[in-house]
């Protein structure tokens, strides 16, 4: 391992200005010639320019040993790691030789003090082995070797040490016909190393310590091409291969049947290149180090624009201003090109040209330049029209005329247009002018006071869409559709708003009009950027905003596969056909400049686009813009808490998934593609499943920053594309598990619900034990109340009675009127007595439940019915009845409902027998008491005052009352009520 190639020492003819001059002319041939130079140094934050190794992990990321430090390099940035005397985990020396990187990915560099620092990329910190041999020949490590066993095997200049990791020793094994320098180690067996020492081969058996030389040729890399013998510099084929022939000139090859020389004499010992060491990386770009000057890469263009090209050649021998102004291409496939100097013709081959004479005036700025359908030139100028006649040659002005209405309206030309029929409209900053071929002069249509007239005079564009429809643009006015009368020669305009409810001639400068394949109509703008219009809305829509807004946007052409291509004063853009994907060309080594000037633009016949700007013009074919080199896929280099001032690494290798505390749920992940060439101008989109599951764009960042993560599972995704619009069909991907507080989890719910279950359970129980405690006091309250109640108020009613019983004993021959009262007294006294009796009835506990009702009932109708003819008889009656409880009001009521009836059947009707019945099901208490008296005809709405009663009082339960009566057929009285709502839970029954 170690350098991939390491030249001879070069004998220096040159000082390093000399030098200097020397690769600026080499690389400046490797830039016309497709192929790309890039050079870091100090001021780009490389640690030292004497740059010793270079080496690029498996990932993709490049390491650099220098005489001063160890340095990582993503493509964006340094990082570098030096020696600290003050930090235990920092590398063991800053000069360093030679870069390893192990089964594992770590990385291994080999210090000049002797030994090698082992760096582990998650942690950024160092093991160092130093190395205690006493032999300077032996200090320095050349080559580097894992086994199959993980045995660290190093060759240094004096042959072949084992490194014991446990006792960082290293063993030298001292066999005297191999020593030497130890330039490369395999393994060939279990036990048996391969080794190359100054130019010989041998195999090693490690256990028994037998060596014995081998034969082995060591043919370098060739490839015959074209009859050229070439040498590969890349061992393994990755697709991108440098070759170099006898002479040391340098070639790549990018397909099989494809090879360009890239450099004549690259490493000839005549030309004294201080060239110490390369790389070949996986993208197929050559990395050199030279000598105290830092790195550099040659790599072929990502894509290529055509800026090199005769056109801009001749400017540039010229010394002529390449301001482009207009372009066009006439019939014979000449190339027209005003300047803001004059006017150049080309032929089809792009290199015979001449300056077109434009007398009459001077400084003459070209605006637009059209040929009409009879092959003459029409040029617009800030100095009039001019027509070059195709025929004659003779050059003719049109300038406005004092005084004559059919001269052109202004000498400020600003666009020409043949429409469909052959017409020539000019676009002036005086109105639109309509060409007259037959009389040589023009119709001048301006800005009048009424709805269908121009927006404006200053007119930069016309198009036409249909038959009889054009449209116009103007500068700080707008757009407005046109309908053309060509008997009357007059117009009717009318004026298109932007969507965001700006005035319909709100100050919006069209720059160029579009009308692609599928019938859009585009309009390029100096400040809305791209826009398209709605006609059926009679709008104009913003297709692109944020940021795709694309500044100021100059000209509009479309390729043969339908895709956009846009001029702007920040570089070219391309819109996909069918899309809204925005593509960007920007690099300013691409491009004439990032600034394309309006009107400068031109589709050639051969389907090459042009893009003329302040030096010059790109010149290309749209359908040969691709990628030269694949992109590489997407990494997660580290996810960082969020926040910290001084984040560590969450990422861990060899985890599935990243586990993180709540406390840890807001994260920054960082992530890149190693791809180095252009490799600021990659996008990337990410998504986070489990959280949202629509594609974030990034350009300009590197992470991407969730914060406040609930606990669960996530997955981030993470794709990346060039510039191009080509996806990396590999995707990065990371689980990420958050957990939960404890307080957050299933189980703590579980947990909760279960105490909360219990508490209140427990409260409920607590509440219906008072409740119970509470019912049970007052039930020996009622029992008291009505024993005190039945012995008082039984004493006193006995006394009143008897007291009556005495007067009439004593008075026998009392007045009439004094014996009616005191009858009446005793009456009383007695219905008293049987009121309050079933009162304190009901008030004693005792009784509250259907059984002891019952029997009330039972007896009263059978005290009530005995000296009667009336047969009285109290069916399902059973102990049963008992567990029925049922309060003072419930008893009461019925009670008094029942006596009615009861009193009813016994006044009215005249019955032979009454039947008092008692049931329950399903949770209803039914009571029925039937005769088989005269009956009646029931009428519900009776308003007798008995009937009434009893309705009132199965209302005040929430009872049903039936009353079923007709004549001879007797009377049934049903009443029905729910019980089982008075049984708690607990079992209890309770009224």
Known sequence: MGFLLKFSKMVTAFSR?????????LFSFVKGQ????????????????????????????????????LNSFDGHKFEVFRSNPFDKKAIGANFLTSIFEDPDGNIWAALSVGGVSKLD?????????KSKSKNPKNREIKSMFWDREGNIWLGTDLGLNFLDLKSRQYHLINKPFFRGTIQEIGQTKKDILSLKCDQRNYQLNWKTKEIKEVEKKNVPVINSFQGISLRRLDRENQGHSWYVDQEGSLYYQFRQDSLQKVLDHFISPIKQQNIENYLVDCSGGLWLSKHGEGLCRIHPKIYDLGLFNPVNQFFASSNINAFITAICEDSQQNLWIGTAKGLYLFDSTLHISKKINLDFLNAIYILEIIEDGGG???????????????????????????????????????????????????????????????????????????????????????????????WIGYVRNGISSMQFNSQANSIKCQSYPLENG????????VNDLFLDRKKNLWVGTYSKGLLIIDTIEEKLKFPFSGKNLIPNVSGIMEDKGGNLWLGSNNGIYKIKGGTKEILYFGDPEELQSRQFNIGAFEKKQSGHLIFGGINGINLFDPSSVKLQVELNPPRITAVYPFGEITPSNLLRDHEEILNLDYKENSISIHFISYNYQNNKSLKYSYKLEGMFEDWIEVEDQLAATFTNLP????????????????????????????????????????????MLLFLGLLVYRLRWYLKLKQLKNIEKIRERAAADFHDELG???????????????????????????????????AELYHSMKDFIWAMNPRNDNLLELAILLKDFGDELFSNTEISFKAIGIHEGLSDIKLNMDWKRNIVLLFKEAAHNALKHSQCKELILSFSTFNGLLNI???????????????RGYGLINMRERAKRLNAELIIQSAPEQGTEISFSIQINQNINKWGSKLG
């Open 17 to 25: 200005a000399s030098m200097l001059f020397l690769f600026t002319i």
């Open 34 to 69: 497709g192929f790309k130079i890039e050079e870091w140094s100090l001021k780009d934050g490389l640690s030292n320019n004497v740059v010793k190794d270079i080496h690029q992990d498996k990932n993709g990321l490049m390491w650099f040993a220098t005489e001063h430090g």
């Open 121 to 129: 990329q998650k942690s950024k910190s160092f093991i160092t082995y």
């Open 376 to 470: 003459d030139i029409w040029i617009a100028t800030n100095r009039g029209l001019f027509k070059i006649n195709s025929k004659t040659k003779i050059k003719q002005q049109y300038l406005p005329e004092s005084g004559n209405r059919n001269s052109l309206s202004s000498q400020f030309v600003r666009g020409l247009y043949e429409d469909w029929e052959g017409r020539l409209w000019v676009a002036t900053g005086s109105g639109l002018n309509l060409y007259q071929e037959k009389t040589d002069n023009f119709i001048r249509f301006y800005k009048q006071d009424h709805p269908n007239s121009l927006n404006g005079n200053d007119v930069r564009k016309i198009l036409q869409t249909s038959e009889n429809e054009y």
């Open 502 to 509: 700006l005035p319909p001639r709100a100050l919006v400068t």
């Open 711 to 754: 606990g669960g599972n996530y997955r981030f995704i993470l794709k990346a594309r060039d510039q191009l619009g080509n996806w990396n069909p590999n995707i990065a991907e990371l689980k990420i598990m958050v957990r939960p507080p404890f307080y957050k989890t299933a189980f703590f719910y579980v947990l909760a619900s279960l």
């Open 795 to 829: 004493h006193r009613l006995t006394k009143i009675s008897l007291f009556a019983e005495t007067l009439f004993s004593m008075n026998p021959n009392m007045e009439q009127s004094s014996f009616v009262y005191l009858s009446k007294i005793k009456d009383n006294t």
């Open 928 to 942: 029925l008491l039937k005769d088989d008296g005269k009956g009646f005809l029931h009428n519900p709405g009776n």
